[in-house]
């Protein structure tokens, strides 16, 4: 069976930096992309970064040149680099594995406040 382990969320201030990861454990086979998705209260989810297997990566334009997304393959974990946090990036975030089916963490709370 199949579960995605997410840590490194919390609270941290504005202008800081929190580094995310997500763990799989089970066997996932053919692993075309790893996403992290975030969700605000009152607010859709959102994807915010996508790495896929031939390491291309794509950023909501609201954290291009802060957040850097990455892979170890070999450990099936993707990471969220995330710099100069605002406010506004305070959300749940999540996330995603596509590979012959898709795959959802638990969720880990990040809170950017003074």
């Known amino acids: 069976q199949v579960r995605l382990v997410e840590s490194g969320g919390g609270l941290v201030q504005p202008g800081g930096s929190l580094r995310l990861s997500c763990a799989a454990s089970?066997?996932?086979?053919?692993?075309?992309?790893m996403n992290w998705y975030r969700q605000a209260p009152g607010k859709q989810r959102e994807l915010v970064a996508r790495?896929?297997?031939?390491?291309?990566?794509n950023y909501a334009d609201s954290v291009k040149g802060r957040f850097t997304i990455s892979r170890d393959a070999v450990k099936d974990t993707v990471y969220l680099q995330m710099t100069s946090l605002k406010p506004e990036d305070t959300a749940v975030y999540y996330c995603?594995?596509?590979?012959?089916?898709?795959?959802w963490g638990q969720g880990t709370q990040v809170t950017v406040s003074s």
């Open positions: 089970g066997s996932i086979f053919a692993i075309t992309a």
């Open positions: 790495i896929t297997s031939g390491g291309n990566t």
């Open positions: 995603n594995v596509i590979s012959l089916a898709s795959y």
